[in-house]
């Protein structure tokens, strides 16, 4: 089991009050919006950028309009996808050919976790639902509402639910084979995908603003890595639920706490190497050198992996509505909400590269699928590039 296990991958406001319901549903533009008051800002025009990074589009698809929630995920050269109609996708990276397809015929409230062979989603209806090439194998009900998408490895499939629950399942038949309750959770939780993934034998969840490590076989927590403490005068200025995706380097996590902070772990021993304080809603990544993330106003900073000090900042894509950034070559790459794609340097932050798409929000990526840098629309159109 440990070896299987350790293949594992990587809104509209309903309320702006406080609230007795457990679920109080929230979106970050959504939520910036309700405690401004205000206008949003317009977005920073940009300034022309000669193509230092070279890269030309290799394929494109379409799949139907996504929700900002529908994850992709990789495995090898496979993108696994599913739009807001229910139908999921197996995508050959290097050609962008459809392999498969399976319309479930209802929505989906989470994306994709796959592990080459089986794909899980969870529809709107609270069902975890498996899917093979062969179309549709097992459904599970879960108890209460997801958002993040299904961690299929060591054949089996784990499930984040928005009570912050934890539950396992058997890959082959959907059985359930344990589930986790969350332990001193916030009553309120966003709509957007938090973290789960993989270190090893070790199941790392997102609790709160918690970094939780549970093994896999039985779901008893090893151990608990706080990443941000609530802290507002209010439920809302209160969430620090860890959000994806995550930035991991050997056995090194480094995770952001929605508007709070961002950090990294140590998830063998469960130890925080360090936090710093950080205003933002999408997740981040790292490499050997540094962490990337993107600020709820679009500035990119990188800081230092080592102790957390900043090294740089961009404000090149000020109130673009900028997703969590991917590290690849030298570049770090960032799509927005005008549907650009934007590389840059990992050194300073300046511009190499811009790429367009259909002109509707990256809602997907960017991510690398072998050599082939993705990114998918809200439009639902998937878009490969490779440099040249």
């Not at 459809?98 to 080459?116: E, I, K, Y």
């Not at 270190?199 to 709160?208: E, F, H, K, R």
């Not at 600020?295 to 000090?309: C, F, K, L, Q």
């Amino acid at each position: 089991m440990k070896g299987a296990f350790a293949v594992s991958l990587n809104l509209f406001a309903r309320a702006c009050t406080s609230s007795r319901w457990f679920f109080v549903l929230l979106a970050a533009a959504a939520l910036s919006a309700c405690s401004s008051g205000s206008k949003r800002p317009e977005p920073t025009p940009l300034a022309p950028v000669t193509a230092l990074v070279p890269a030309s589009r290799a394929w494109t698809a379409a799949i139907g309009p996504v929700d900002p929630l529908m994850t992709p995920a990789v495995r090898g050269q496979q993108v696994f996808l599913a739009n807001a109609a229910g139908s999921v996708f197996a995508l050959d990276g290097a050609s962008g050919q459809v392999q498969w397809r399976v319309d479930l015929g209802t929505p989906l409230s989470a994306g994709v976790g796959a592990d080459g062979q089986t794909a899980a989603v969870v529809t709107r209806n609270n069902e975890l639902v498996a899917v093979e090439s062969s179309g549709e194998r097992w459904r599970a009900r879960l108890p209460a509402r997801t958002f993040t998408a299904p961690l299929v490895a060591g054949q089996r499939v784990f499930v984040l639910s928005g009570d912050r629950s934890v539950t396992a399942f058997d890959a082959r038949t959907g059985a359930r084979l344990w589930t986790q309750a969350a332990r001193g959770a916030d009553p309120l939780v966003l709509q957007q995908a938090g973290v789960l993934t993989a270190v090893g034998d070790t199941l790392l969840a997102g609790v709160s603003g918690r970094l939780v490590a549970f093994d896999p076989l039985n779901g008893r927590v090893r151990w608990e890595a706080p990443i941000a403490t609530p802290r507002g005068v209010n439920e809302i200025e209160r969430l620090v639920d860890l959000v994806g995706r995550v930035g991991r380097v050997n056995d090194q996590l480094c995770v952001r706490a929605f508007q709070a902070a961002v950090g990294c772990v140590d998830a063998n021993r469960g130890t925080v190497l360090w936090t710093q304080p950080a205003d933002g809603a999408v997740g981040v990544a790292a490499d050997a050198d540094q962490v990337y993330g993107a600020e709820r106003n679009g500035r990119v900073i990188a800081w230092r992996r080592s102790n957390g000090e900043r090294a740089w900042s961009s404000d090149a894509l000020l109130h673009r509505g900028v997703t969590a950034p991917l590290a690849a070559g030298r570049s770090i790459i960032v799509g927005d909400a005008q549907g650009f794609v934007h590389l840059l340097s990992r050194d300073n932050g300046a511009m190499l590269n811009r790429l367009n798409t259909d002109g509707s929000a990256i809602v997907g990526g960017p991510f690398l699928a072998g050599n082939t840098l993705v990114a998918v629309t809200r439009n639902g159109g998937v878009f490969g590039w490779r440099p040249e």
